[in-house]
Every structure is written in structure tokens, then in C-alpha cells.
T-cell receptor
């Protein structure tokens, strides 16, 4: 069965702190894709990253970085030097090569000035 | 920048009434998705289209929900009759293709309140 678990419901940090959002997934497929989306208060889901199961290289994009570890079925997301504009709900999602996304419950990140 | 367009943004309807949502995907995107997001939860897929064909509607409550994508472009999701439990955000998304799960781009959603 496919499942995504985001154990952290809410995280609160002060601006400029680093923060890591955890994501653990379950799948029986060997080919799958992992995603992170950001949902600001306006409601739309903003695509952040897509990673396929054969590429375990960590990725950095500006203040964002992602750590993919197949051994622990985790795909964690770190924001370095957080800013108030990073406040949002963040979703991790899994797809088994069908396009359909299985989302986690989301982590609400609050960055205080 | 190309966007997924959805309307209306907000809808309040009475229980047992009919309601419809519209979505216009990014031009050239063959795959279109309708997701439902209940407050405090992650989105869940209701229906997935590849061009004009339904490829996954396993979670669509077919006794009251219907979806179509005539001509394989824009799409309409209908609920009839609406129930209190249908109050949620309805999100439309599109992607180039479902193969290799290319990234999906989402619209701003329609927030439905059933009273």
C-alpha cells in the first residue's frame, strides 16, 4: 500500500533559524517519484521538487535542500535561514508512475519575525 | 506564466442543491486531475483524465459526483445533490503526461461550503 507520513503537524521557528520537515513514505514499487509542495494561505499548491527513486543525490536550490534516503524511506526538506515568507503548509507526496499523487497530512510551518 | 484556471474561487450552496466547478488546464497538458482537500488534511484524488478519458475515478463518489473533460481540454466537476460533508477545497491540477509522473501544477482551488 502507498502511504506518506509527515509526523510533524506544526513547527514554529524564529526567522533565520534552519528547519527540517520530515517525510517518510511506503511503497512496494521500485519506480516511484517523490514531491514537495508548498501551500500558502491563498490555497494553491506550489510545486517545489520532484525526485525519482533512482536518483538519491541530495539537491540544493537556494535556501532549500532535500535529503532522499531509500534505506530509511525518507525524503526530508530543509529550509536554511528561514524567512517569514516561508510560512505555509508543506506537503510531501508520492507517485507510483501513474501521475496520481498520494499526499501526507502536511506540516504547518510558522516563521516568526 | 501559464496557469491552471479554476472558477469559482468560492461557492456557498445549500444542502441538496447542485453545484459545478470548472477547470482550464495549462495548454498542452494531457493529464488533468481533480483533488479534494478537507480542512487540515492533504489533498486526495477524485478523478484523473488522460486527454478526454477517465483513467482513475476509484475515489469518486459516483452516486453524487460526476466529471467530464469534453474535447480533452477544460473540465467540469459536478456534485448533485450536495451534502454537508462535501464542504472542502476542490483543486484542479494538470501535467504534461502521467507517465513518469511529471510534476502537476495546481490551480487556486474552489472552496465549497455546504450549509
Amino acid at each position: 500500500a502507498q502511504k506518506v507520513t509527515q509526523a510533524q503537524t506544526e513547527i514554529s521557528v524564529v526567522e533565520k533559524e534552519d528547519v527540517t520537515l520530515d517525510c517518510v513514505y511506503e511503497t512496494r514499487d521500485t519506480t516511484y517519484y517523490l514531491f514537495w509542495y508548498k501551500q500558502p494561505p491563498s490555497g494553491e499548491l506550489v510545486f517545489l521538487i520532484r525526485r525519482n527513486s533512482f536518483d538519491e543525490q541530495n539537491e540544493i536550490s537556494g535556501r532549500y535542500s532535500w535529503n532522499f534516503q531509500k534505506s530509511t524511506s525518507s525524503f526530508n526538506f530543509t529550509i536554511t535561514a528561514s524567512q517569514v515568507v516561508d510560512s505555509a503548509v508543506y506537503f510531501c507526496a508520492l507517485s507510483e508512475n501513474t501521475g496520481k499523487l498520494i499526499f501526507g497530512q502536511g506540516t504547518t510551518l510558522q516563521v516568526k519575525p | 506564466e501559464a496557469e491552471v484556471a479554476q472558477s469559482p474561487r468560492y461557492k456557498i450552496t445549500e444542502k441538496s442543491q447542485a453545484v459545478a466547478f470548472w477547470c482550464d488546464p495549462i495548454s498542452g497538458h494531457a493529464t488533468l486531475y481533480w483533488y479534494r482537500q478537507i480542512l487540515g488534511q492533504g489533498p486526495e484524488l477524485l478523478v484523473q483524465f488522460q486527454d478526454e478519458s477517465v483513467v482513475d475515478d476509484s475515489q469518486l463518489p459516483k452516486d453524487r459526483f460526476s466529471a467530464e473533460r469534453l474535447k480533452g481540454v477544460d473540465s467540469t466537476l459536478k456534485i448533485q445533490p450536495a451534502e454537508l460533508g462535501d464542504s472542502a477545497m476542490y483543486l484542479c491540477a494538470s501535467s504534461l503526461d502521467r507517465v513518469e509522473s511529471t510534476e502537476a501544477f495546481f490551480g487556486q482551488g474552489t472552496r465549497l461550503t455546504v450549509v
